[in-house]
């Protein structure tokens, strides 16, 4: 009976033209129901890309508080109890009341694109811009504290830089998507280390002993390198059953040494796959959120119950 079907669905579609196109791949099968461990649920805020929204979600996935923020990639709670994100146009702080209340905000110039903030100690916030290619820190007054201009062989503006950090030798860290890179940076510019990334990175994590954890973007895989490039950890696109990586976007490394994934479902990939998860370092994953339902493709997260100040790099992400 299925050839029969097949074969009458081919001449129908032929009466159209289409008899020798092939037929679409089928949809992948969802992701299998994962029993976690008791008691792993987790607060977060997030960067839902695809919903132009920032949002708190509570431990039982409801969705708390929300704020429009077109472009959002990157985002914090300070120690204040305010928000900080990054959008498309810059960057802003806001009350984490109904109210949301803007007290502080960047605006980056006509052109250019910001996808990274960062809070740093002093209360200014550290940002990478794209367009004007350049590492800024901007004082809690509006003005540029310290300006430093880096070099990219990219010519498009937005497929420049992602997620960009402030390291606590003073160092930047930044994924230089367009060129398959990550550099860092001295505080005068100068580029001191490059590694090469299989794919077009969005974010660069340095580890308390010395390592580096790299989202590999449309690469689809995850890996951690030593100080001499060497992958010492890492997770391949199809590795873990129902958690096939697309785009690898933001990432958070927690005091557990477990791992948390953004698996940006954009570039066709939406709904194919949950779009966070939690693995452990032998890659068991014990959390994860797949609700289309509510989101779409979330590119940045951080866990609200690990505690830390996010100023001092309290807070690995």
């Known amino acids: 009976m299925r050839h029969l079907l097949a ?48 949002r708190v979600v509570s431990a039982e996935g409801k969705v708390t508080w929300e704020i429009a923020a077109p472009g959002c990639q990157d985002v914090w709670l300070l120690p204040s109890g305010n928000y900080l994100f990054s959008h498309t146009h810059g960057a802003r702080e806001v009350t984490p009341d109904a109210e949301k209340k803007t007290v502080w905000e960047y605006v980056a110039p006509a052109g250019a694109e910001v996808h990274t903030c960062q809070p740093l100690p002093d209360g200014s916030v550290f940002i990478c811009e794209c367009g004007t290619s350049r590492l800024i820190e901007v004082g809690r007054d509006g003005k540029i504290r310290k300006e430093i201009k880096i070099e990219t062989a990219t010519k498009g503006t937005h497929g420049q830089y992602r997620v960009a950090r402030k390291l606590q030798n003073g160092n930047y860290l930044v ?10 940076f001295d505080g005068a510019g100068k580029v001191l280390r490059t590694i090469k990334v299989p794919g077009n990175p969005y974010e660069a994590l340095r580890l308390p002993g010395g390592n580096t954890l790299i989202a590999c973007g449309d690469g689809h895989k995850l890996i951690e390198v030593d100080p001499q490039d060497k992958v010492v950890w890492g997770i391949d696109e199809n590795e873990i059953p129902g958690q096939p990586l697309r785009f690898v976007a933001g990432l958070q490394r927690l005091p557990n040494g477990n791992t948390v994934v953004c698996n940006w479902g954009g570039h066709g990939r939406i709904g194919q796959q949950p779009q966070i998860f939690e693995v452990t370092p032998d890659k068991k994953v014990v959390w994860q959120v797949n609700d289309w339902a509510i989101f779409k493709t979330i590119s940045g997260i951080m866990l609200l119950d690990v505690k830390g100040d996010v100023t001092k790099g309290e807070v690995l992400r």
């Open 7 to 54: 074969a009458a669905l081919v001449v129908t579609v032929g009466v159209i033209a289409f008899a020798a196109a092939p037929a679409p791949p089928a949809a992948p099968l969802p992701a299998p129901p994962i029993t976690p461990p008791a008691g792993v649920t987790h607060p977060f805020l997030c960067a839902d890309y695809g919903s132009a929204k920032v």
């Open 175 to 184: 994924a230089c998507t367009g060129e398959n890179l990550v550099r860092e």
